[in-house]
């Protein structure tokens, strides 16, 4: 069964320094990879997922991914943080064999220090 | 146009109470989702329609959950005798088309549930 590490429960980052949040995956099979946001108050939003091909993933607000098949990882990045960013960021995985369900991992806290 | 909604917001219950939790998900959208996020959590599937049917409720943790979906669009999430291991954030999602995970979720606000 597939499984997901969020290496960091919290991750304090100054603004507008980059800033990185891990995410290693297990599985047996290929997978779909993916990262939500989830903003105070607000519900879980999509920031980007990989389905295939090129392994650099772009989203939104400036944030991308790389999935390196070699070390199961799926880190986050941006190269400039914002107040705005501060939220809580879940990465996920799904198989390719059983693409009706999406296991989370337990979620990273972005602090942005002024 | 509207997202997915979930109501109550917040539901305070006693242990042994049933309880309700509904989902109106994005018209149109076929597939639906029920998830759970204890605190410090993830979120963690709990069952998946499509359409009316039930296509997989393999995260129910045990009988005192159940779900329904009768015409295809609200769905209703019922804890019977409830536990205070039950307080937890339960997410509702919608998706489009198979509900595939290769389709974006829409997730709700989620609705926080309390047994004291």
């Known amino acids: 069964a597939q499984s997901v590490t969020q290496l960091d429960s919290q991750v304090p980052v100054f603004e507008e320094a980059p800033v990185e949040l891990r995410c290693n995956y297990s599985?047996?099979?290929?997978?779909?990879l993916f990262w939500y946001v989830q903003y105070p108050n607000q519900g879980l939003q999509l920031l980007l997922k990989?389905?295939?091909?090129?392994?650099l993933v772009k989203g939104i607000n400036g944030f991308e991914a790389e999935f390196n098949k070699s070390q199961t990882s799926f880190h986050l990045r941006k190269p400039s943080v914002h107040i705005s960013d501060t939220a809580e960021y879940f990465c996920?995985?799904?198989?390719?064999?059983?693409?009706?369900?999406?296991?989370f991992g337990k979620g990273t806290r972005l602090h942005i220090l002024p | 146009g509207a997202g997915v909604s979930q109501t109550p917001s917040n539901k305070v219950t006693e242990k042994g109470k049933y309880v309700e939790l509904r989902c109106d998900p994005i018209s149109g959208h076929t597939a639906l989702y029920w998830y759970r996020q204890s605190l410090g959590q993830g979120p963690e599937f709990l069952i998946y329609?499509?359409?009316?049917?039930?296509?997989?409720d393999s995260g129910l943790p045990n009988d005192r959950f159940f779900a329904v979906r009768p015409e295809g669009s609200v769905s209703t999430l019922k804890i019977q005798r409830t536990e205070r291991g039950d307080s937890a954030v339960y997410l509702c999602a919608s998706s489009p088309n198979q509900g595939r995970v290769t389709d974006t979720q829409y997730f709700g606000p989620g609705t926080r549930l309390t047994v004291l």
């Open positions: 329609f499509q359409g009316t049917g039930a296509a997989d």
């Open positions: 996920a995985v799904s198989e390719w064999n059983r693409d009706d369900k999406i296991i």
């Open positions: 599985s047996s099979v290929s997978v779909y």
């Open positions: 990989y389905l295939s091909g090129s392994t």
